[in-house]
């Protein structure tokens, strides 16, 4: 369905790349999604590093040296007269976003995304600069109404508008190339950092029944806790049970073969995979973190929202999907229809109300 609109935006999507996480994934999906719309669609990233699917006209200034890729940035900026640019980097160096407040969107509507519940992530950790940027952006995007709270909260910035990820599932490619893995298990899925404790998800793992029912443990992502949680499995003589299977740009197909997802994280923000999975009929054990797994996740529904940071109430979770077949069947069948407020549609109409205004 093309949800029509009043003129054709031209819109610059700003990020440091288009590879690797769920941010990263984001944008890509939000370009096709403003494409679908007719927008005029200009997808600007900083680094040279391009894996992800997107739609409209690439611009890599990643072949440029670190300030020159800044001057290159002003110049196509104002050259192209964007309606909006939407700007989905981190922002942490304070004065690096003064610079682009005051030189790179001069005189241009921005818009900035939150993603993460990690506000100094997206604001700099100066509380002054924070409130400086929120005011001169045109708008503030975040995308669960946690973040909404939290920034209100700590900034006292109430202006925010809530607009959630999404997931075209109709466009999803499951990527048939892919080898089905000959064992039934759970997944992970996410950067090997401290920030998704996967090391304890591990621990949890091997003190739950899912070992002895064959049932393994499967993580897709890179990062740098990749040599020491290779050796905690080794240790652990865990080889023939839990798969670090690497960074996958689709990870689509091994989602929807699993029998379902852990989210294991310190925090998150509106956690894709959460969506992702869902949607793919897939229940969900997460825990019930600031922001964004309670927004999807229905405890004992369409899976099981765990008291945060409790990896024992983690394992005991993980051990009722393995031994209660009934209530697991009756979370796969609710899933997907309990995600449905998040498709590409319903989101779109979102960000057309916002843009506009």
């Given amino acids: 369905m093309v949800i029509p609109q009043k003129k054709n935006l031209k819109i610059a999507l700003v990020g440091y ?13 939000t370009s096709a999604m403003f494409q679908s719309l007719n927008f005029d669609v200009h997808l600007i990233v900083l680094e040279d590093n391009v894996t992800y699917s997107f739609k409209g006209k690439l611009v890599n200034l990643g072949h440029y040296p670190k300030y020159r890729k800044y001057f290159r940035l002003r110049k196509y900026v104002s050259q192209e007269k964007f309606d909006y640019v939407v700007d989905f980097r981190h922002r942490i160096n304070p004065f690096m976003e003064l610079v682009f407040v005051f030189f790179i969107y001069f005189r241009t509507k921005f818009i900035y995304t939150i993603h993460s519940s990690r506000l100094e992530t997206y604001l700099t950790d100066k509380v002054w600069v924070a409130n400086f940027l929120l005011r001169k952006a045109h708008s503030v995007v975040v995308v669960s109404k946690g973040l909404y709270e939290k920034l209100k909260t700590k900034y006292h910035f109430e202006k925010a508008i809530v607009i959630p990820n999404f997931i075209d599932v109709l466009n999803v490619n499951f990527n048939h190339n892919e080898l089905s893995l000959p064992f039934e298990y759970c997944i992970a899925v996410g950067r090997l950092t401290e920030l998704k404790q996967f090391d ?15 049932i393994h443990l499967v993580i897709l992502g890179k990062g740098e806790k990749e040599h020491k949680l290779h050796k905690q499995i080794k240790e652990n003589n865990l080889e023939g049970f839990v798969h670090l299977l690497g960074f996958k740009e689709n990870a689509y197909f091994y989602i929807k073969n699993a029998k379902f997802l852990v989210l294991s994280s310190q925090y998150e923000g509106f956690p ?39 990896f024992e109430a983690l394992t005991s979770k993980m051990n009722t999907f393995a031994q209660n077949q009934i209530l697991y069947q ?10 449905s407020r998040f498709e590409k549609n319903e989101v779109a109409q979102q ?7």
Wanted: with cysteine.
């Fill in 17 to 29: 790349k288009l590879a690797e996480g769920g941010l990263e994934r984001m944008l890509g999906l």
């Fill in 272 to 310: 894709l995979v959460i969506l992702e999975s869902l949607s793919f009929g897939k229940p969900v054990i997460a825990f019930n973190c600031p922001t964004g797994p309670s927004e999807m996740v229905i405890d004992g529904e369409n899976g099981f929202l765990v008291e945060n940071q409790n």
């Fill in 200 to 214: 304890k998800l591990i621990e949890s793992y091997q003190k739950s029944l899912l070992p002895e029912k064959g």
């Fill in 330 to 339: 009756s979370c796969c069948e609710k899933a997907k229809s309990s995600v």
């Fill in 351 to 357: 960000w057309l109300e916002l843009l506009e205004k």
